[in-house]
DNA sequence: CTTGACCTTGGCGTCAACGTCAAGCAGGAT
DNA sequence: ATCCTGCTTGACGTTGACGCCAAGGTCAAG
């Protein structure tokens, strides 16, 4: 249980999340990941596997990029100002409609399979 | 409650489910959609509002135009075959699983965007 | 010192999902 | 007859999200 590595390459990033060191590269292109430097090289610690766990996440839920990194801004700022944190709770609803218009969508879907399933299985029953 | 209008055409199915004319025809060139033709113009009955509805649904949840294609044929055959069936079997089950997946992805989603709601709520009432 | 593994920064290519013209037909209104 | 509206078929353009090189830096091992 010691501190070993804290620390990670681009490499086992890529390897970690099953994801392309160029698509890392992008991402950080468009901010959603700011890894440190050692001389050239990429170090990438926590905040970063957290914030790319939420990026492929989200794009698992179809959001855009850009959708991505105002979702990562949400959860960055810890805003001072009371203005700002009434924005940031106007924001949170939107994105709390949004997902539940999906959840919905998929439940709906799930539903329409099991019908579709059920014809299935009764057709398999009938023929066999 | 006498049958009207049972067909449609392009710029009533456009402007019903809030879609541009271009994305009717790239999904009928795609094959998701079938409309008859009368004389040139298009003509959409019931089954492709139906398959319209699905294909946005597909969209929300993030599917690419070619895995919603396999989905609609999912409910377009019925199969004669036992093998047929089977296989459409399989292709539901790992459908659902997807499924499945993008549901647990937004439930976390939904309780991570509570805690931050939860803190954001509480600073304002420590600020005000 | 050279090789090899791993990394770097460009920068062009590609694919999906349309957007955006351009040019033209068809039929009712003026 | 011509005009307008609504539709048609191309066909090229665009945007997002990377893929895929090319050309080179760095550092430990042989």
């Known amino acids: 249980m010691t501190e070993t ?3 990670w390459t681009i490499a086992q990033m890529a ?6 060191h160029r698509a890392l590269r992008h991402y950080e292109h468009l901010g959603l990941l700011a890894p440190d430097r050692e001389g050239q090289r990429r170090i990438y610690h926590r905040r970063e596997r957290t914030r790319l766990a939420l990026i492929l996440r989200g794009r698992r839920l179809g959001f855009s990029l850009e959708e991505i990194a105002t979702i990562l801004d949400m ?3 810890q805003p001072g100002e ?3 944190l ?3 709770l106007s924001q949170i609803g939107d994105r709390r409609q949004d997902l539940e218009r999906r959840r919905r969508d998929i439940e709906d879907s799930l539903r329409e399979l099991d019908e579709l399933e059920q ?3 009764e057709d398999v029953a009938r023929l066999s």
Chains 1, 2 share one sequence.
């Open 119 to 121: 014809r299935c299985a």
């Open 5 to 7: 590595t804290t620390t």
């Open 82 to 84: 009371v203005g700002q």
């Open 15 to 20: 390897d970690d999340y099953d994801v392309t």
């Open 75 to 77: 959860y960055d700022d």
């Open 86 to 88: 009434r924005y940031l």
